[in-house]
């Protein structure tokens, strides 16, 4: 009797020990939520934060194809801890500031980083890709029309009242940093019988099925290069710049500090990370992406792998 009172205490030691076991490794379980947004880019910058996060020991819950306004309405409400995105759709669309033309790369982030620290969100170092939107054809419609510049095409806009066959994204036909105001600042009009809308990608599809004239396109999309559309430069300097920066909220980063260094690190594996921008940096950035992208949009690969293969390279994850 006395022994089976022993082994009654000692079994009960036992799952107790456990209990206290599986408490202490769920407390000291690291957790965070990444999300991303519904195009390429997006797919492959949210991989590329959870994969490491992974690697450095976080269980990481990632959100993916997010429009721009779910995406910040995620971080606004603490749903999502970590996401990468633009400079200037920021300053635009989530801080509703006025851009002044002509502002360049440096400032802009600076005041993106300044003005969002009292919306307790910390920006780390941007990645100086300026994927900005931008419009684009083949080169022999510009050609024909002799057309090089925004203003050149929205020339053309007023000749034909509007009416050139145009596509652009859904949610660029609707934001306030978009489609209505490059009409007002280039003051022109689209016509609604030939403007067509859909989702991200839908543009580049058509422009190169020709079903197009005028697509909207983003600075590092793979299919520029590919194919060897005119893009029409901004001449009048209407676009911020658009510089994918990874960003976290306070809460989080109170939590875990060592997210900063950890993502910071992954900036730095592209050109002028950590760096102030210039020329010569962003076009080093912007074709990083556009090979990036291409891995996806052109040789079929998955965002997944593309992520890991890049960490790989640079030497921020063994297998």
């Not at 052109?298 to 390279?313: D, F, G, S």
């Amino acid at each position: 009797m006395h022994k089976l009172n022993i082994n009654i205490v000692a079994g009960v030691l036992i799952i107790a020990l456990i209990i206290m076991a599986t408490i202490h490794a769920q407390a000291a379980e690291k957790s965070i939520t990444v999300g991303n947004k519904n195009f390429t880019e997006q797919y492959i910058v949210g991989q590329l934060i959870k994969q490491l996060l992974e690697n450095r020991g976080f269980k990481v819950e990632l959100r993916s194809d997010l429009t721009s306004m779910a995406l910040r309405a995620g971080m606004e409400s603490g749903d999502i801890d970590i996401c990468a995105d633009y400079t200037g759709t920021a300053w635009m669309v989530h801080l509703k500031r006025q851009y002044k033309p002509g502002t360049g790369h440096n400032e802009i982030y600076q005041l993106v980083k300044g003005k969002d620290k009292s919306n307790h969100f910390i920006w780390l170092d941007p990645i100086w890709n300026n994927n900005a939107y931008a419009m684009a054809s083949w080169p022999e419609f510009a050609k024909k029309h002799k057309l090089k510049t925004l203003s050149d095409l929205a020339g053309l806009y007023r000749t034909r009242e509007g009416k050139i066959e145009t596509f652009v994204d859904f949610e660029f036909s609707v934001r306030p940093d978009g489609l209505s105001a490059l009409e007002k600042f280039y003051d022109f009009k689209m016509a609604k019988s030939t403007l067509r809308t859909g989702t991200p990608g839908a543009s580049l599809i058509a422009l190169k099925r020709r079903k197009t004239h005028i697509a909207m396109v983003f600075a590092t999309d793979a299919s520029i290069g590919k194919y060897g559309w005119h893009v029409y430069s901004d001449d009048k300097s209407f676009f911020p710049p658009y510089d994918l920066t990874p960003y976290v909220g306070k809460d989080a980063l109170d939590k875990y500090p060592e997210i900063a260094d950890i993502l910071n690190k992954l900036v730095a594996t592209f050109s002028g990370g950590g760096k102030l921008a210039t020329p010569e940096i962003v076009a080093e950035c912007q074709k990083a992406w556009q090979k990036l992208n291409a891995e996806v949009d052109i040789e079929r690969m998955e965002p997944t792998e593309v992520a890991h293969q890049y960490l790989r390279e640079h030497g921020l994850i063994k297998d």
